[in-house]
């Protein structure tokens, strides 16, 4: 019974000396100890869960086929980007016009090799990208940037190979647009995502 009085006496002293003392942690690089580590916010989402087989070959499907085109989708934003704030520079309509066709010319020769290889499917999905990651469909963007006909035309040649550039996204509502997103959501939390079109061919 001492032993046990004893050994309360100690655990009581402990934990009340432990409350007043304040324990400061070195951090590699910093040069000032602190009393908290910041670390860096992760997302981490549940394993995948199918309900059948084909539902499986679907997703991964339509996960490799985003992964695939998505660098494309963000250098159309990023060409935008700087088109969008270049022009207002341009004063007279006419230069206007003239800058847009040869950014347009550019791109055309850059990529149009490697666009001509997209499946059918794999181009609708860029469509739909475009959409996500500037907020017009492709269809607006011609139409805006050049003007209605050669929206027009560009749809018209789009519905030979069964692709629409009036496509938005909308993953509330379309199953293909929800496994787009999981899919990008996925792979930018694990790091795993692609970037640029230089990434890909290493």
């Not at 690089?29 to 199918?50: H, M, N, Q, R, W």
């Not at 206007?96 to 950014?103: D, F, G, H, L, M």
């Not at 929800?178 to 990008?184: K, P, S």
Request: charged share 30%; net charge positive; hydrophobic share 40%.
């Amino acid at each position: 019974m001492k032993n046990f009085f004893f050994l309360l006496t100690f655990l009581y002293t402990t934990l009340s000396l432990s409350q007043d003392i304040d324990v400061l942690i070195m951090v590699e690089g910093d040069s000032i100890a602190t009393k908290s580590i910041d670390l860096k916010e992760i997302t981490v989402y549940p394993p995948l869960d199918f309900l059948s087989i084909d539902d499986k070959i679907k997703y991964y499907t339509v996960k490799r086929k985003t992964l695939k085109v998505y660098p494309y989708a963000l250098l159309a934003s990023e060409r935008l980007q700087k088109l969008n704030s270049r022009l207002p520079l341009i004063k007279t309509r006419s230069q206007k016009k003239k800058y847009t066709k040869i950014v347009e010319r550019f791109i055309e020769k850059e990529f149009s090799n490697e666009l001509k290889k997209l499946t059918r499917t794999e181009g609708q999905i860029l469509v739909k990208l475009v959409y996500r990651e500037t907020g017009e469909t492709v269809f607006d963007l011609v139409k805006r940037l050049r003007n209605g006909l050669r929206a027009f035309s560009y749809n018209s040649l789009g519905k030979l190979f069964d692709i629409s550039i009036k496509t938005g996204y909308d993953p509330q509502k379309i199953e293909e647009d929800a496994i787009i997103e999981d899919v990008l959501k996925r792979a930018y939390a694990d790091k795993s995502i692609k970037l640029s079109l230089k990434d890909i061919e290493n």
